[in-house]
């Protein structure tokens, strides 16, 4: 069964914090890339980050690097995007996101994701 539910967003001040959960179900977690995208009002959707429940490595869009990180508690079968120093440009409705096949992330890893959680709205104030 494919389950992604996102929690955590809210409304901050700009250089605030925040962490977005997405918790899955198991089938949907084991031995997948796993990412957040984000979506502006007006704006194409984009990957933030990703990484491979199975394994350590993580990507990042370079807007969000060295402010974001991605990581994963498999006990949990959730993932976490920790959002630091938030600018109002971070603002838009957050996505977690699951590969349907089981597979390493690939150098395109915002590419090939297919399910999708319902969102969560981030908002940053200046």
């Known amino acids: 069964q494919v389950q992604l539910v996102e929690s955590g967003g809210g409304s901050v001040q700009a250089g605030g914090s925040l962490r977005l959960s997405c918790a899955a179900s198991v089938y949907t977690y084991s031995n997948r890339c796993m990412g957040w995208f984000r979506q502006a009002p007006g704006k194409e959707r984009e990957g933030v980050a990703a990484l491979y429940t199975g394994g350590v490595s993580t990507y990042y869009a370079d807007s969000v690097k060295g402010r974001f990180t991605i990581s994963r508690d498999n006990a949990k079968n959730t993932v976490y995007l920790q959002m630091n120093s938030l600018k109002p440009e971070d603002t838009g409705m957050y996505y977690c996101?699951?590969?349907?096949?089981?597979?390493?992330?690939?150098?395109?890893?915002?590419?090939?994701?297919?399910?999708w959680g319902q969102g969560t709205q981030v908002t940053v104030s200046s």
């Open positions: 996101a699951a590969d349907p096949v089981r597979r390493l992330c690939g150098g395109t890893w915002y590419k090939g994701f297919g399910y």
